[in-house]
């Protein structure tokens, strides 16, 4: 709750006037997604630590999906799941797919297929994220999404992470780590298939699209922080 008060200039009246207050609405905090999953810190500090961490939290956010009992708990996970893969594929193409490109031999090749991939994800998370836990193709949409997003996840782990730690140093990629994390807090929250996949153009749209998207999950329904810690 803010309050925001007009006043008329000084120079141009003397009296004083009364105040005019409003009010805005204000997220429970329990259903506010930064508090929950930034309470969670990632083991380590590379930023392959750091992308396997989200990755290990997306999964579990799909089992509690699959789990939920009732449609408000279904949705409060799929708000969750939506929240952060929104948010890692963006810092991913922000971050770590330059990287790829600068320092690993043919690494253009090996950024751009994730980049590919990224975007078939991206298009079924627009349908998921636009779902009602009650519709009957809820279930088998979040399972066509995971499909998809689990073989990408385990290529990334096994073929393009390892070789990006062997080109740099360790501080290069804590480095890279760091950056992967900020970047997260200031891109989208919601999937936006159509908007550019690479810098510059993707971090402009970003900072068009992330106010709005931010200004709806107050709005929206999440898990506590308890319930999200991996």
């Known amino acids: 709750m803010f309050r925001q008060c007009l006043r008329a200039p000084s120079n141009l009246i003397s009296k004083p006037i009364a105040r005019a207050t409003f009010s805005a609405p204000v997220a429970h905090t329990q259903f506010f997604p930064r508090a929950a999953t930034m309470a969670t810190v990632s083991s380590g500090n590379k930023v392959s630590d750091r992308i396997k961490h ?17 449609e408000d708990d279904k949705t409060k996970w799929q708000n969750q799941f939506v929240w952060e893969l929104a948010r890692h594929s963006i ?19 090996m950024a751009e297929k994730d980049r590919s991939e990224h975007q078939i994800v991206k298009e079924k998370l627009y349908e998921f994220q636009k779902m009602s836990a009650s519709d009957p193709n809820f279930i088998p949409t979040i399972d066509s ?7 990408h996840i385990i290529e990334e782990e096994r073929d393009d992470l390892p070789v990006l730690e062997k080109a740099i140093e360790e ?8 950056s992967f994390q900020r970047t997260k807090h200031f891109v989208p929250t919601q999937s936006h ?7 510059p153009y993707e971090t402009a749209a970003g900072l068009l699209a992330t106010p709005m998207d931010k200004l709806m999950d107050l709005f929206k329904k999440f898990p506590s922080s308890d319930e999200t810690k991996v």
């Open 145 to 151: 999404l995971w499909e998809t997003l689990s073989q």
């Open 91 to 109: 810092a991913e193409e922000i971050v770590v797919y330059p990287a790829f490109e600068k320092y690993v031999p043919d690494g253009v090749t």
């Open 54 to 70: 989200d990755h290990k939290e997306l999964e579990t956010f799909y089992k509690k999906i699959k789990e939920a009992k009732t």
């Open 193 to 199: 298939p159509s908007a550019p996949d690479r810098p």
């Open 171 to 178: 501080s290069e990629s804590q480095s890279l780590g760091n």
